[in-house]
């Protein structure tokens, strides 16, 4: 091959930058306020840079909760424009932390994020890309996959009088006919290996990152995740990519007390539910660590990326608007609970962010091909269901579904659920049917690669 005709060697970079908040700040995830009044472990920016030659791209990793899709435009053009990366070949993916710092509008209260909070976030996410164009070297790719069994529940269960319930309570378990769906229990791991520099894994999982709770600030176990695998393996960085895991979480009411999470006394020691955290972690990080010394070397020649618009449709609605806004104003003067309509907060906030809502709201599915990996960049949370289309219908061997990528758009349930009730069904911003148009934009981004 002539000289002019050579390839540049795949190169990759990483950056890494902490963004825990400052004591005080607003913690989002629950229809309740909280305030910061500890950290149990620091939140980071996490960056994965890489360039062929020819083309650049990057993936940003966050510790939050939710991805609000004009930050992250701009972040994606401040960052593209200053390093050279095409826009669309960034991907911000968040870890869904609910013990996380608020970052835009709080979806449950009428609070707001502080702009000085807002801005440092930005700036850390830029340093953090810039340290990982400092740390480019070459890079050979390397795939596993791992089975990461008894951590994942489903969480919408049918009850034995037609009914069907999210997160029942223990106490109901006799209740209960049966589960509806079934966890992805599924570890994706792409290993970076890099020449005089440190390996990178990336390592995607789907479930709730909910055990901690409270008014305490942390990464959950995606966190430990990655400080497990960086504590085991010496000289290795890591990143954690979430997967759809909109109808999955963290415990199930059939189990034992003791294994339950994590019994009674979980209700007023945040620490034991840190402890779960760093379970789950560990048991997520030893399947990486069993497999990635057998891990499969994979082509590691060139970039590409595409992206497709989705026009999901929504369920706007107007019947009860009245009886909706009663009940939030007494929900934001802290009064619901006495009032007796405290679980029906949520269906009267969705009533009346939907009053006005269009026919439809547009987002982007997106696609970046390392090599012979292909990242399935998609906003919101789709249940599980919706990512084992998408990757039955991948046509890459090696595909990786990452949810909350590039913007929030909440729940996004199978089609079935809009009939069967439940939580997630109940607050979706979509109608039935939404499901189909997110997996074929999904599956639309991969084929245009």
């Given at each position: 091959?002539?000289?002019?005709?050579?390839?540049?060697?795949?190169?990759?970079?990483?950056?890494?930058?902490?963004?825990?908040?400052?004591?005080?700040?607003?913690?989002?995830?629950?229809?309740?306020?909280?305030?910061?009044?500890?950290?149990?472990?620091?939140?980071?920016?996490?960056?994965?840079?890489?360039?062929?030659?020819?083309?650049?791209?990057?993936?940003?990793?966050?510790?939050?909760?939710?991805?609000?899709?004009?930050?992250?435009?701009?972040?994606?053009?401040?960052?593209?424009?200053?390093?050279?990366?095409?826009?669309?070949?960034?991907?911000?993916?968040?870890?869904?932390?609910?013990?996380?710092?608020?970052?835009?509008?709080?979806?449950?209260?009428?609070?707001?994020?502080?702009?000085?909070?807002?801005?440092?976030?930005?700036?850390?996410?830029?340093?953090?890309?810039?340290?990982?164009?400092?740390?480019?070297?070459?890079?050979?790719?390397?795939?596993?996959?791992?089975?990461?069994?008894?951590?994942?529940?489903?969480?919408?269960?049918?009850?034995?009088?037609?009914?069907?319930?999210?997160?029942?309570?223990?106490?109901?378990?006799?209740?209960?006919?049966?589960?509806?769906?079934?966890?992805?229990?599924?570890?994706?791991?792409?290993?970076?290996?890099?020449?005089?520099?440190?390996?990178?894994?990336?390592?995607?999982?789907?479930?709730?990152?909910?055990?901690?709770?409270?008014?305490?600030?942390?990464?959950?176990w995606p966190g430990y995740v990655c400080s497990t695998l960086e504590g085991a393996?010496?000289?290795?960085?890591?990143?954690?990519?979430?997967?759809?895991?909109?109808?999955?979480?963290?415990?199930?009411?059939?189990?034992?007390?003791?294994?339950?999470?994590?019994?009674?006394?979980?209700?007023?020691?945040?620490?034991?539910?840190?402890?779960?955290?760093?379970?789950?972690?560990?048991?997520?990080?030893?399947?990486?660590?069993?497999?990635?010394?057998?891990?499969?070397?994979?082509?590691?020649?060139?970039?590409?990326?595409?992206?497709?618009?989705?026009?999901?449709?929504?369920?706007?609605?107007?019947?009860?608007?009245?009886?909706?806004?009663?009940?939030?104003?007494?929900?934001?003067?802290?009064?619901?609970?006495?009032?007796?309509?405290?679980?029906?907060?949520?269906?009267?906030?969705?009533?009346?962010?939907?009053?006005?809502?269009?026919?439809?709201?547009?987002?982007?599915?997106?696609?970046?091909?390392?090599?012979?990996?292909?990242?399935?960049?998609?906003?919101?949370?789709?249940?599980?269901?919706?990512?084992?289309?998408?990757?039955?219908?991948?046509?890459?061997?090696?595909?990786?579904?990452?949810?909350?990528?590039?913007?929030?758009?909440?729940?996004?349930?199978?089609?079935?659920?809009?009939?069967?009730?439940?939580?997630?069904?109940?607050?979706?911003?979509?109608?039935?049917?939404?499901?189909?148009?997110?997996?074929?934009?999904?599956?639309?981004?991969?084929?245009?690669?």
């Amino acid at each position: 091959m002539a000289e002019t005709e050579k390839k540049t060697a795949l190169l990759c970079g990483f950056g890494k930058r902490e963004i825990t908040p400052p004591l005080g700040a607003p913690i989002v995830g629950y229809y309740k306020q909280r305030f910061n009044e500890g950290v149990i472990d620091p939140l980071y920016v996490r960056a994965a840079l890489f360039r062929d030659g020819e083309k650049s791209a990057l993936i940003l990793a966050l510790d939050l909760c939710l991805v609000h899709k004009p930050w992250a435009d701009r972040i994606r053009e401040k960052v593209g424009k200053t390093f050279d990366i095409d826009p669309d070949a960034i991907l911000i993916n968040v870890s869904h932390t609910h013990s996380g710092p608020l970052t835009a509008k709080d979806f449950a209260s009428d609070l707001e994020a502080d702009p000085a909070y807002v801005a440092f976030l930005e700036e850390q996410a830029f340093c953090a890309a810039g340290e990982a164009v400092m740390d480019l070297a070459p890079a050979r790719l390397f795939t596993a996959e791992a089975q990461a069994k008894g951590i994942s529940f489903v969480r919408r269960y049918r009850m034995k009088d037609g009914s069907y319930v999210t997160n029942p309570a223990p106490e109901s378990a006799d209740q209960i006919d049966c589960a509806v769906g079934e966890p992805d229990e599924t570890v994706r791991t792409l290993i970076v290996r890099r020449e005089g520099a440190d390996d990178i894994y990336l390592v995607n999982f789907g479930t709730h990152p909910d055990t901690v709770g409270y008014t305490y600030i942390s990464a959950d176990w995606p966190g430990y995740v990655c400080s497990t695998l960086e504590g085991a393996i010496p000289g290795s960085k890591c990143m954690f990519l979430l997967g759809p895991q909109g109808d999955v979480n963290h415990f199930t009411p059939f189990l034992p007390k003791r294994g339950r999470l994590m019994s009674e006394k979980h209700k007023e020691d945040f620490r034991e539910k840190a402890l779960h955290a760093r379970y789950m972690g560990r048991v997520i990080a030893g399947a990486v660590l069993g497999g990635c010394d057998r891990a499969e070397e994979i082509g590691n020649e060139g970039i590409s990326f595409a992206v497709t618009e989705m026009k999901l449709p929504t369920n706007r609605m107007t019947e009860g608007l009245e009886e909706a806004k009663r009940i939030n104003e007494l929900y934001l003067a802290g009064k619901a609970q006495e009032a007796g309509v405290s679980g029906r907060v949520v269906w009267a906030r969705k009533v009346i962010r939907m009053s006005e809502a269009p026919e439809f709201y547009p987002y982007n599915a997106y696609a970046l091909k390392i090599g012979d990996f292909v990242f399935s960049g998609v906003p919101g949370e789709p249940f599980t269901e919706l990512g084992r289309r998408i990757y039955a219908a991948s046509p890459f061997e090696h595909t990786m579904v990452c949810c909350l990528t590039n913007s929030s758009c909440g729940y996004v349930p199978s089609g079935r659920a809009y009939e069967e009730g439940g939580y997630e069904a109940t607050t979706s911003s979509f109608a039935k049917g939404a499901d189909d148009v997110f997996v074929q934009a999904a599956v639309e981004a991969l084929k245009k690669l």
